[in-house]
């Protein structure tokens, strides 16, 4: 099967498939999971109302299926086809430096509910984070990642890895599609309770 990839990506590889499948299950899998704890407080009511343990509940989790995820990816790679012309390790550092320093930036600017999909259990900040590294971009740690995976496809030198990492960057636009609008949706109806009742006073 690899002919009709004139040899770059071995499609007869389950290990592939694995990879895709964990790429486009994880956010899924969050925002399914978020929605139905906004709408009906599904891991807020099985941890006994404490909405604080069930959010980190679900922030180790997606934690957990983000390790997983990688270690799919690092996986598929290494049953793919080294090609040397893909091969390049001083670009890749830098990518994978550019897009770890998003991701743990994003981390420490949002804090762990703030990252795991706090404001679906009414754990909302008070304001919008606006400094690095949202200032770059509005999803540093999505943007990051991506760049993360790419740079992993370049360190091996297997073209697989960028055809996967265009997966992640399409799974990743389709779940901001999802959840931006979602999010702000959140933060205007508490914005519309809090001057609901400053008038009420």
Same mark, same amino acid.
């Given at each position: 099967?690899?002919?009709?990839?004139?040899?770059? $990506?071995?499609?007869?590889? +389950?290990?592939?498939?694995?990879?895709?499948?964990? $790429?486009?299950?994880?956010?899924?899998?969050?925002? *399914?999971?978020?929605?139905? !704890?906004?709408?009906?407080?599904?891991? %807020?009511?099985?941890?006994?109302? +404490?909405?604080?343990?069930?959010?980190?509940?679900?922030?180790?989790?997606?934690?957990?299926?983000?390790?997983?995820?990688?270690?799919?990816? !690092?996986?598929?790679?290494?049953?793919?086809?080294? *090609?040397?012309?893909?091969?390049?390790?001083? $670009?890749?550092?830098?990518?994978?430096?550019?897009?770890?320093?998003?991701?743990?930036?994003?981390?420490?600017?949002?804090?762990?509910?703030?990252?795991?999909?706090?404001? #679906?259990?009414? *754990?909302?900040?008070?304001?919008?984070? %606006?400094?690095?590294?949202? +200032?770059? %971009?509005?999803?540093?740690?999505?943007?990051?990642? %991506?760049?993360?995976f790419l740079g992993t496809s370049l360190l091996y030198g297997r073209?697989?890895?960028?055809l996967l990492t265009i997966q992640v960057f399409l799974v990743y636009?389709?779940?901001?599609?999802? !959840?931006?609008?979602?999010?702000?949706? *959140? #933060?205007? !109806?508490?914005?519309?309770?809090? =001057?609901?009742?400053? =008038?009420?006073?």
């Amino acid at each position: 099967m690899s002919q009709l990839t004139g040899g770059l $990506i071995d499609l007869s590889q +389950n290990s592939l498939y694995f990879s895709a499948l964990a $790429i486009a299950f994880n956010p899924t899998f969050w925002n *399914i999971v978020a929605r139905q !704890e906004y709408h009906n407080k599904t891991l %807020t009511r099985l941890f006994k109302g +404490n909405s604080l343990r069930a959010c980190y509940a679900l922030a180790l989790t997606i934690f957990g299926l983000g390790l997983l995820r990688d270690a799919l990816y !690092e996986r598929a790679l290494r049953h793919q086809p080294f *090609i040397p012309a893909f091969h390049h390790p001083y $670009i890749a550092y830098v990518l994978l430096a550019t897009g770890n320093t998003l991701v743990l930036t994003s981390y420490y600017a949002l804090g762990i509910t703030g990252t795991f999909l706090g404001d #679906y259990f009414g *754990i909302l900040m008070d304001e919008p984070v %606006t400094g690095f590294p949202f +200032n770059v %971009t509005g999803a540093p740690m999505y943007w990051g990642s %991506t760049m993360s995976f790419l740079g992993t496809s370049l360190l091996y030198g297997r073209p697989a890895g960028a055809l996967l990492t265009i997966q992640v960057f399409l799974v990743y636009l389709g779940a901001l599609q999802f !959840e931006d609008p979602f999010t702000s949706q *959140i #933060y205007a !109806e508490r914005d519309k309770r809090e =001057k609901e009742g400053k =008038k009420a006073k």
